[in-house]
């Protein structure tokens, strides 16, 4: 596989048994002992994007199945295939239907269940309680709180963390010795960086970075990635909290015209610094106060706000946020 010219690095690199997964120590173990088993309830992965949720449950596919695991596995995406009809036809003629091979039962993976409207969960719900014996189902989901209790209630939780920088890092550069990549050492620090925590993200710009060249360089990585850098976001933050309005609202008008990057991730970034600001600078009360309202930001930018003013309103917050000097 290494070599493709167009494969998906993604794809190509993505670990094909449970024991190969990157991170997630506490959970591998016991997705081990119940594809060992072959006992086990209605799971659900719940965690950020990037952080191993559909590895997971394809690889517990394979470890319970074998060689023929895509004929007792079935993968269906809630973001697509939202509403109920969906549920009363695909999902339960599949689940009606009799297991092949010994095990007596099969797999059903829902990726981003979050997704599912409450009347389709409900739905659901019936079906996991009724087919039990012939399939178990495994959800996906961002936000658990997004699915509905009788649902959470008939699974084992799996909470997903996002990966460490070290984890991300030795994935990298594992991908970087069977691409053949000369990968600079401080272009390491800055795919991770830029990655935050997800490490689909990070492999996706490692071989954006590399379709230029197969040197990969810490200015290639800045340039083309698509999320704030810390050290944009610390200039950023820093630029208002000082006083200098215009000065900050160009650096983000920058971060959204040149380096595309969304409001979600600017915000993200900016809540993660938010507690870094030294306190003759912005006072901890002060901090409470602003991360109250990146929250009420954070509900009215996923409502449909407009994201330039609602990131323009954060900056004027920041601005009028700084200690009065001391007496």
């Known amino acids: ?18 024991g190969e997964m990157v991170g997630q120590a506490a959970i591998v173990p016991l997705l081990q002992a119940y594809a060992k088993n072959r006992s086990f309830p209605h799971l659900m992965f719940a965690g950020p994007p990037g952080t191993g949720k559909t590895t997971a449950a394809l690889a517990f596919a394979r470890e319970l199945f074998g ?11 809630a973001s697509d295939e939202r509403g109920i009809d969906t549920v009363r036809t695909t999902i339960k003629d599949y689940a ?27 739905s659901l719900r019936r079906m996991m309680e009724r087919y039990a014996g012939s399939c178990r189902f ?40 069977a691409e053949h990549l000369t990968v600079a050492p401080k272009a390491y620090p800055a795919l991770v960086d830029a ?70 991730d600017i915000l993200r970034a900016i809540h993660s610094f ?7 600078l912005v006072s901890d009360r002060e901090k409470l106060r602003l991360l109250e309202y990146l929250g009420e930001v954070d509900y009215r930018i996923s409502e449909g706000a407009s994201e330039r ?18 007496r």
């Not at 004929?71 to 995406?77: A, K, P, T, V």
């Not at 609602?310 to 700084?322: G, I, K, P």
């Open 96 to 122: 009606r239907s009799a297991p092949i091979g010994g095990i007596g039962f099969k797999l059903l993976f829902l990726d981003e269940a979050d997704n599912l409207t409450p009347e389709a969960q409900g």
């Open 138 to 177: 495994i959800l996906s989901c961002n936000y658990s709180s997004r699915i509905i209790e009788p649902i959470q209630s008939r699974c084992a939780v799996f909470r997903f963390r996002i990966h460490d920088a070290k984890d991300v890092q030795r994935h990298l550069e594992k991908i970087a010795v």
């Open 67 to 77: 060689e023929e695991w895509r004929q007792s596995f079935l993968e269906l995406n």
């Open 1 to 18: 596989m290494p070599g493709s010219e167009t494969a998906v690095w993604v794809e190509r690199y993505r670990p094909r048994s449970l």
């Open 195 to 264: 990655a935050a925590g997800d490490i689909r993200r990070a492999v996706n710009l490692l071989q954006l970075a590399a379709s230029f060249s197969h040197d990969v360089t810490v200015e290639q990585v800045e340039r083309l990635a698509t999320t704030p850098l810390q050290k944009e976001i610390q200039e950023l933050v820093e630029r208002a909290v000082d006083g200098r309005f215009e000065e900050a609202r160009g650096l983000l008008f920058s971060l959204f015209s040149e380096r595309g990057a969304s409001g979600e």
């Open 309 to 326: 003013i609602q990131l323009e309103t954060v900056l004027a917050r920041l601005a009028l946020a700084r200690a009065p000097p001391a």
């Open 274 to 280: 938010l507690p870094n600001l030294p306190a003759n």
